[in-house]
């Protein structure tokens, strides 16, 4: 990839590469599917009397309102989980921050199907935290009830896109910024509000866009708290239903992709007309002061209470995973190792073909998310935002029709040597996944590039350094941060991914994790295997994470001299 | 180009390879078998272990996927089949494969299978599907929750529709889930159209909740999110089994339904396909099911001496399954047009249903012991009123309505007009409008006492 970009070919052959991909393997499945949508359901002429029908119904004009709604509020909440959490340990000296950042992804790994039975445990109406309300006070509360149930689990889902993407971009402020002003006399709230946060805008941006969109066209926990008035669950119930072909489904699918890209323009305006790029890289990220003792007391205060509430759905899974039956009652009646015992014959290769897939997927999205963030705020290609839209757009297709346009367009193409259908070699797990997370990736990918200054690359071929040296020695090493936050969250989430890999996995050896909770979740019997299968992924994801973070820390001190020799540039 | 004339060469000699790979197995039964199921491997396994005992050197291979993206999967991979059997529950799924020539007829060699399980024919009558295990519906509870609750065990239908069930009830979609498809259809058939219906959201006024998949159902009476469940015998029977706190009943108007299995058309291993076929129906096969963690109704007779004591055997006991005399070609043309009603009256205004249950329910609670005629009539307009359907069971059962609903059109002759979207618009006006307005008068009726 870096050897391509050269001159002004370079960038073309890249938007070539990424183009093409991105055509075969997203725009012609899905066009494949959801061309029923532009189609008369009785004459199968091309028609817009879908879309008609869509705005003259009623109940997807309230899903319309319901799903913009819930991804408002969503953003809302989870800004309010991320924010402390980001900005403490970016900007104190505190123990434990990589830990804490660790931590703080966890909820993205939300194992299907167990994570929601886990959940509804410890706070559905007759789970834990509610029986005891009720057994002391005589009241409960309906944390997972209607559309504020959705905002409040998506939220507590969804938040590690603002933290991860905050954090990179808050690691990415020079320090001297903050010393000028600190110079110039401000300090404490104000410092914040007028100096770093503006700073860290486009990683707060890319995670709350990320946010949004992601909540508008999820489907699961709207499913899980069966809210089924809302956008995405309606395509999903219409396009999964046994015997009906609903032109509708597809519609919203549409729609759906439609609203998405609104959404993600208007991400655009408002980053638009601000230069967020900071020349100097030498500070290795904010200035870390410490706290004095009743300060710290107050932050460890707040953290602990934010994390306690969003690795709840964690906690309750660990003791599904370890609990014998669990019904009705505040913990399980007994607690035994048999699901453990039970899965680790056939965990091994679940595990391993998890860390292939995603590992692999994550690999070609940062890959992909760097070049198509170069190629569009770095070139003048024209029609290179439509390669950023059309990655992007991939957020609001629906796993299920995904899963059917491979079935569709590649079942048929046999892969030479090996004599199998496309369709069902395990790379199109890979790719399938690949495109899925491509937005994660891309989103963080782009922040961190905004926060590079151009000039540096300038002075770097002013210098004599060639277009793909500059790259790969100025822009890449100033990327890292975003890359690995681009880089974890596609892995974390790909790893637990489900509603494509059900369709694409066609045999036994090449299944996933994920498609083995699923199988388990079956019967009755497999809740605790399921659980304890659930547990193994996030292990392996929060390990992953761990060391992501080390990796970034450890990259982030060995810039750090710098700072001694060029003192603010 | 030369890398296009070097793909191309790696086809040629890759099709080379393939033809001369296609194997010549006349008379001796295939070394594999691809099955694409919906089952757990709690069934899957146990099934095959047996099946590969007694075939040795056949090794089966299970694609687990969910009924709908079982069927989707057959579909869409027709062009270049490399799956032997499909193996599910719900006979309108192998009604669906059927209807798509996806399916390859098979004659069953193995004798001592009835031709009924209750008032169902086993088999597909036209021998491209064949039940292997009986299931009935019934519900489910948890006894921890109604004990905490202090609510009664149901017994019948009607019970589920009492005031004290409110908020206690949970079920799926007919359009998400086949068995439960059976289960409304049986209800409309034993009772009647209107009366079928008026039972059905009377019912589901108490729901909990309209859960997005059939098994969602039992998982949610096992944890507790809500008390009772409307569900297919085996899952509340290996519930029990597994340990957890719950019971399982047949009511009296219920229907078994053969679970099936079948072999795919242009299937690459069909004598292995039809070697386990035999396997699952023989006296052999048959005990399998009887383990706890499967825990389904043979079809076999015989086999229910060897089943553990208090286990249900229709063949004996002709409550179960007799009342109902299910028919099967009325179900197939309304199909969709159930499946359509079903989500606009009950799955996306469950709200509105509710709101208005619980307002007729609690003007009924203050009526008690008292009479006033003015309240009496306006409660009975409102219950009409949340009962009322907007089609009559006639036009559900026209082929033309019911073409509106189905995507492929069987021949380009076939008229059609209307859209889904617009009638289903159309219903969810009147139903939404009814609901309203019923829980208006029920209101307005408690206010008069």
Redesign the interface.
Known sequence: MYAAIRGQWGPAAVVAVVGLFLLVFLVLPVVNVIYVAFQDPNTGALTLINFVDFFRTSLFRESSINSLYVAAMAVVVSSCFALPLAYFTTRFNFKGAILIQTLGIIPLIMPPFVGAVAMLLLLGENGSINLLLDEWFGFTVPFMEGLNGVILVESIHYFPFILINLSAALNNIDRSMEESAQNLGASGLRLFRRIVFPLAMPGYVAGASLVFLKVFDDIGTPLLLNVNNMLAPQAYLRISSIGIADPMGYVISVILVIFSLLALWTSFLALRGKDYATLQKGGGGLMKRDLRPWEKAACYGVVIFILLLVLSPHFGLMLLSFGTIWSFSVLPDGYTTAHYLQVVSSSFQFVSNTLLYAGLAAAIDVCFGTAIAYVVWRTKLIGRQWLDYIAMGAVAIPGVVLGIGYLRTFYEFNVPIIDKPLASWWVIIVVALAIRRMPYALRACTAALQQISVMLEEAAENLGATKARTVRRVVIPLMAGGIVAGFVTSFATAAVELSTTIMLVSQESDAPLAFGIYEFMQSAAGRGPGAALGIVAVVIVGITTYVSHRFIQRKATQRAPAVTVVPGV | MTIVRN?SG??V??LA??VA?VPFSAGAVENKLVIVT??????TNTVKAAFEKKNPGVKV?????????G???LQ??A??N?SDMFWAS?P??FE?LKGDGLLQKYEVKVKGIPQKVGAFPINDPEGYYKGFAASGYGFMW?T??LK?KKLPVPKTWADLAKPVYHGHVGMSAP????TT?LTVETLLQGMGWAEGWATWKAIAGNFK????RS?GV???V????FGIGIVIDF?GL??E??????KFLYPQVTTLVPANIAIVKSAPHPKAAAAFIEFLLSADGQEVLLDP?IRRLPVNPATYAKAPAGFPNPFKDKSIGAAVKFDLELSKNR??VI??LF?VMV??RLDDLRAATKAIQNAEATMVGKANAGARKLIDEAKALVAAVPIEAAQAGQADFNN?????RKKATTK???????I??AW??KV?ANYAKAKNLAEKAASMM
């Open positions: 793909v790696i086809l000699a890759a390879l393939a790979a919906s089952y757990p491997p709690d069934t291979e299970m694609l687990r996927k969910k009924t709908t993206a069927i989707k999967y869409e991979t062009g270049n490399r719900a309108d799924a669906v948890n921890r929750y905490a359009s998400r889930s086949g498809h909740t309209v859960t997005e098994f039992p998982d949610g096992n944890s507790g999110q899952f290996s519930s089994a597994s340990g957890f706190p719950v963690k199909y969709n499946n359509s989500d799955t996306y509106i609903f189905k995507k492929k059609v007009t209307g859209r889904q979207a617009e289903e618009q969810d006006a939404k």
